[in-house]
């Protein structure tokens, strides 16, 4: 099986930096996901990392640790519009690649 | 651009009564997935797809809940009868074959039911 924790909620300052943490455990592990969802919308995907090391995308970055269990994303410059709730998501490494998600990280970026 | 649609948008049914939802996924993404979504908490996936064939439904309740993918496209959720704690949401998402490495997963707006 898989689990997953993340903080449930995060504040930050407009033009700042934050970095949202997600911890998992799995019995067999393929691949980890960043998702947004704006409040009342679906899911968008921002970054898959299968191996370890820092990814970027934009002012978007996730960075994975496979032997800590351990993933963040990171975003920089934030606006206002990047209040949201941020889902880590773990794929396992059977034939179905079935995905368990975390129950998400609500980021309030303040002016 | 391509979306995945699902309809419809919100529905209010009766408990004990029967509820469908209907997906069509991006074209040509051979996975296919329904989560359900508690307020405040991550998507639960309910069933995935490989073409037409269920690939993992372990956390589907068969005594109420099918989904089916006859021709490997579009897919219908159903639950009957309704209870009071199936009120959620519920997403379709698609993905590129997941078994060839596809990660991406696109989720449509999906379908808020209230049961009351």
């Known amino acids: 099986g898989q689990s997953l924790e993340q903080p449930s909620e995060v504040t930050a300052v407009e033009g700042a930096i934050v970095q949202i943490n997600c911890t998992y455990q799995t019995s067999g592990f393929y691949g980890l996901s960043w998702y947004q969802q704006h409040d009342g919308g679906a899911p968008t995907f921002l970054s898959y990392?299968?191996?370890?090391g820092l990814e970027e995308t934009g002012r978007f970055s996730s960075f994975l640790s496979r032997s800590k269990g351990y993933s963040y994303l990171l975003l920089k410059e934030l606006q206002m519009k990047d209040s949201a709730s941020y889902l880590c998501a773990v794929r396992d490494n059977t034939n179905a690649g079935k995905s368990t998600f975390g129950d998400g990280t609500t980021l309030t970026v303040k002016p | 651009e391509a979306e995945v649609a699902q309809s419809p948008r919100y529905k209010i049914t009766e408990k004990s009564q029967a509820v469908a939802f209907w997906c069509d996924p991006i074209s040509g993404h051979a996975t296919l997935y329904w989560y359900r979504q508690i307020l405040g908490q991550g998507p639960e996936l309910l069933v995935q797809f490989q073409d037409e064939s269920v690939v993992d439904d372990s956390q589907l309740p068969k005594d109420r809940f099918s989904a089916e993918r006859l021709k490997g496209v579009d897919s219908t959720l159903k639950i009957q009868p309704a209870e009071l704690g199936d009120s959620a949401m519920y997403l379709c998402?698609?993905?590129?074959?997941?078994?060839?490495?596809?990660?991406?997963?696109?989720f449509g707006q999906g379908t808020r039911l209230t049961v009351v």
């Open positions: 990392n299968a191996l370890d």
């Open positions: 998402a698609s993905s590129l074959n997941s078994n060839r490495g596809g990660t991406e997963a696109f």
